[in-house]
């Protein structure tokens, strides 16, 4: 007799249910031939770190775009390094980036039809899995204490054996039934480990939807599956939950590649048809020129939080991770003239295996086409609640005079090619701030980056001069009259006759029009003048050109 039967009742008769009846729970999904049903599944550990965001896009993207369901699973077994509030952090960055799950835990309560979405809510559910394990002879107790796993992992070591709980170092896969009962009522503190059958000198095989067919030694490792906590561990609440959840496709880092011997052994002991797997590349960074994984303690933009705090709009970040996701989407942006990542078609198969290079300059260059594409009030709106949350003293200009933030946004913004100043929110104010008075006066006062060509008596003369300039004309009228101050003040009308001779003038017309800017702006390089000079009005420019002079 091998008392399992008896076993699985003793250490677990609080559960009822099967897993026939678990089936019945959570029949097969009816979807569409074709329809991926996938999951993001992080633990409620801190912040979003890039890497999930752009696993959650993957994720999200490959259900959708199949017509199938995209989960959000909350993985909260390792009740240590969980944070209080993170669940809700997590769901709303990526509320934020407008990845909302169809079906998971949200912490409201949960919606969809396979749940619960949050582990440490199913503990009944993987103990119903692992009574019939125990009842099948394919999971049993181990009473190891801390010290005892550390001793046979000495023994190993200086024997140079593989380390894990397998084979002779296995030392409670053999009890007898009444060695373990008796342990059990004596109270020693057990966790279950799942009995493999699996050799390690044999190879086991799995398709990967990116890399291909993947070949990896067989599981033989009696991994634990249940935790003295009662909470199961990643490898059983993987296998459990994408069964369950009818997982077809987990998009996953590429970092449990090593463990998915032991989840297709567990797979196979269950009699369950494993899941699809999908391993994602990490995203990387170079390091005094060596490739590593972007990470949490040395790189800020590992965390999502970064990219928001500098106010880059969430569109240009995931546009950035698509191209990073699929490298002909960035050909396909050029070609549509869009970044509509649901008009996108994405391909699972076509990701790369390697790790990408986080490359900010690309980022920003998205960040940049993204921003000048948005509509006027939209950038606006934005603008304005990122400056609420991140720059009061730039909020409260706003708040004083929105329309003349519109009016300063909106320069170059109707052009066939709009301008492209800005990456992320937190560019604006520093670029904008000349066209105010006080901002202006402190650069005027510090002294104006004038180029040294001039006397400052030719300057004072020149400035005096555009005092008469014209305002509320188009910009040839006013473009007419700084020639004119130009040809009265020896600057070259035609490019032509400067280069043919450029000792006999005291510069080019944009030498004469940069004196006007350096005056007005306060530095050599500002957005179009004629615009700036309309917005500042004639008050103001006068009020600019009189102190310029000093
Ligand atoms: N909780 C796991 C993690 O955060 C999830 C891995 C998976 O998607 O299966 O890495």
Redesign the pocket.
Known sequence: MDHNEELAELLFPEIKETIADLEQRFPLRNLPEGAQVT?????P?GFLHTG?LF?AMVSSTYAKQSGGVYCF?L?DTDTKRTIEGSDRDLIDQLAYFGIVADEGYFPEGDRGAYGPYRQSDRASIYKTVIKELIRQGRAYPDFCTPEDLDAIRKIQEERKDLPGYYGVYARDRNLSYEERVERIQKGTPWVIRFKSFGDHEKKTKFTDLIRGEIELQENDTDVVILKSDGLPT?HFA?VVD?HFMRTTC????E??IPSTPIHLDLFRALGWKPTKYAHLPSIMKLDNGNKRKLSKRKDPEAAVSYFLDAGYPPEALKVYLMSIANSSFEEWTIANKSFDLNAFKFSIKKMSADGALFDMDKLNYFAREIIAKMPLEEEFALVREYAQAHEPAFFARIEENPNYVKKILNIGKQDKNPRKDYAKYSDIYPLISFFYADEYDKVAEAGLPWNGKLSHEEIVAILEAFKSMPFGTDENTWFSFIKEVGAAHRFAISNKDYKANPEAYAGSLSDCAELLRIAVVGRAQSPNLHEVLEILGQAEVLRRLEKAKR
Request: glycine content about 6%.
């Open positions: 999951r993001f599944a992080p633990s550990t999930s696993t699973r993985e990643y993987h994408d987990v998009t996953r880092g970092e449990w």
